[in-house]
């Protein structure tokens, strides 16, 4: 059996830990215009693994093309952006960063076990844990100008990074089934020792 060469290299991206991190302070604000929000979550690993991961849950739990696929990273999107909106006029919520780490786990446990959930629950729960990724964001951009470019870049790029997981995740589906299973295990350790660095 082959294994799509572009399929396998999305999913390791998307398992990998980069290193960099995209939360309040740590780059210092150093945001400049679309292609910053844009390339934003791409530089930080976990918002990276979450994005592709909840378009890889989707897929390989989708009854049908249209609408399944579409349910868990709308939702997600949606409640990103209401979080990064919430964070830039200054709210303030407990837990960011531990519910950042919490969403890798769930997710990377969901992508695990391929468990399939109502459509509305699915972007429900995604979109709670969205908020908080959002939340994170929009702290940093708070005080910056073309702050509402940046977000659409994030926003952009939050998108590709859902289909890329889709992607993956349909053609994978009937086929070579325990690559998106070792994906999710790598998205849940590393949430496990996000968690444990912040205990």
């Known amino acids: 059996m082959r294994i799509h060469r572009p399929a396998l290299a999305a999913l390791i991206a998307a398992a990998l830990p980069l290193a960099a991190s995209a939360h309040v302070g740590v780059d210092g604000g150093l945001h400049h215009g679309f292609v910053t929000g844009f390339l934003h979550p791409l530089t930080g690993a976990d918002h990276l693994a979450a994005m592709v991961a909840v378009g890889l849950w989707s897929a390989l739990t ?28 200054g709210l303030q919520l407990p837990g960011v960063e531990p519910m950042i780490a919490a969403s890798l786990l769930v997710l990377g446990l969901l992508v695990f076990t391929q468990r399939r959930l109502p459509a509305l629950a699915a972007a429900a729960l995604v979109g709670a844990f969205a908020v908080f990724h ?13 702050a509402a470019l940046m977000l659409a870049g994030m926003l952009a790029a939050t998108v590709l990074l859902h289909a890329i997981g889709i992607a993956v995740g349909w053609t994978l589906r009937h086929t070579h089934r325990w690559l998106p299973r070792v994906a999710g295990a790598a998205v849940a350790v590393f949430g496990v020792a996000l968690l444990g660095g912040l205990a």
């Open 62 to 89: 989708a009854r049908r093309a249209w609408p399944d696929l579409l349910w868990a990273p709308l939702g997600f999107a949606g409640m990103l952006l209401a979080g990064a909106l919430a964070g830039l006029a």
């Open 134 to 146: 959002g939340i994170a964001h929009g702290h940093e951009l708070a005080g910056e100008s073309g």
